[in-house]
DNA sequence: CCTACCGATCGGTAGG
DNA sequence: CCTACCGATCGGTAGG
């Protein structure tokens, strides 16, 4: 029972402030995250929520993380099995799909939100939200480029123009489910989805 | 040069001060419109604002309000001269295109923004947000539904189908510009809009 | 429309 | 990890 604090420790608060984190940023945005409703959330004072990351900011970029690994685990994970291809791009649009269909962030797509609430604001955090877009984008339009070169998609698809469209249906499902509440909307999705993927 | 402002005075204040406030939450959001900045920038006081309106939520309210004009003109009113039907959804989605092509609000859609800072946040400035969209859609529904009717799109088009479709085009676009700053995301969604309406 | 003010909260720091 | 504190800013009110 050592006064001081393991490293085990502060990785598991840290990680606790993380967790606390990522829900209040997802109903409410990075900026409507505040450094003192955390602190009374957990029980902790403000200088010892702050000294795990040293600025607002930097929690913001460690909460991005955070969130990009839950969304790893709930969508991209589950389809790393599948054959890479069109199968592969149908298994990732469900996933997607159930996603937010599931509520994984109570708030919706927290990367969605993200971009809208920073999208003018230049700045890490905004770099960092739009990397992570680039990222999920490349992979899709890696697996559109798949389908096509094994023909299980016209040879006339643009692999970029297909998943500009398949972003717009997952953000009209978003939008949807969230300012709508509307229980059709993930059955348009997937209407959707699999008319613009039928060979 | 009466001492007392006159009700035109006063209803230029007002005016001056939407103006100001929608620029200001295109950019920011509703809810970094603030009272302080306001007054800074218009070179009035804090209660010289407020006096219009009452509270920050009114001012919200009145805001929407203005921003609902500007849509209405940029995109609904170019195109009541098109036909009923297939003409006119076409129309309204090339002025709805334009409108974020043009960017004429520099945030990007307006609406678009509001329902994500406060889908998440019950209250009558959700619920006013909420109206906006059910408004529009149903305009857009009844356009698509006048087209089915003529033969001009499938029989087995389901105009609500579609215009979440359409909903998610608009929103892909917005994405791409406000985060991507992509110019080719105008040119994805008239062709993306343009195959999903041809007969 | 103004000045002057209220209590609350913000991100962050000093010092331990 | 804490207490105690900083200047700035928030929405809003009193009184004129």
Not at 20 to 35: F, K, N
Not at 99 to 115: D, I, K, T
């Amino acid at each position: 029972m050592s006064p001081r604090r393991s490293v085990a420790d502060a990785l598991g608060t840290r990680s606790a402030i993380l967790g606390r984190s990522v829900a209040i940023a997802s109903a409410e945005g990075l900026e409507g995250l505040t450094i003192g409703r955390l602190a009374t959330e957990l029980g902790m004072s403000k200088s010892g929520v702050l000294g795990h990351f040293g600025s607002k900011e930097a929690l913001q970029l460690a909460v991005l993380d955070r969130a990009g690994e839950i969304f790893r685990t709930e969508v991209w994970e589950p389809v790393v099995a599948a054959a890479p291809g069109l199968v592969r791009l149908r298994a990732l649009c469900e996933a997607w799909i159930s996603y937010l269909e599931r509520g994984v962030f109570p708030g919706g797509c927290f990367f969605v939100a993200a971009a809208h609430e920073f999208d003018g604001r230049p700045g890490p955090v905004r770099g960092a939200v739009e990397a992570r877009f680039d990222t999920w984008r490349a992979r899709l339009t890696k697996e559109a480029g798949r389908a096509v070169a094994a023909g299980d998609l016209p040879g006339s698809t643009d692999p970029d123009q297909l998943v500009f469209e398949l972003l717009g249906l997952v953000m009209a499902l978003n939008h949807a489910i969230q300012l709508h509440r509307d229980p059709r909307a993930a059955t348009r999705a997937r209407h959707a989805v699999r008319a613009r993927l039928e060979t």
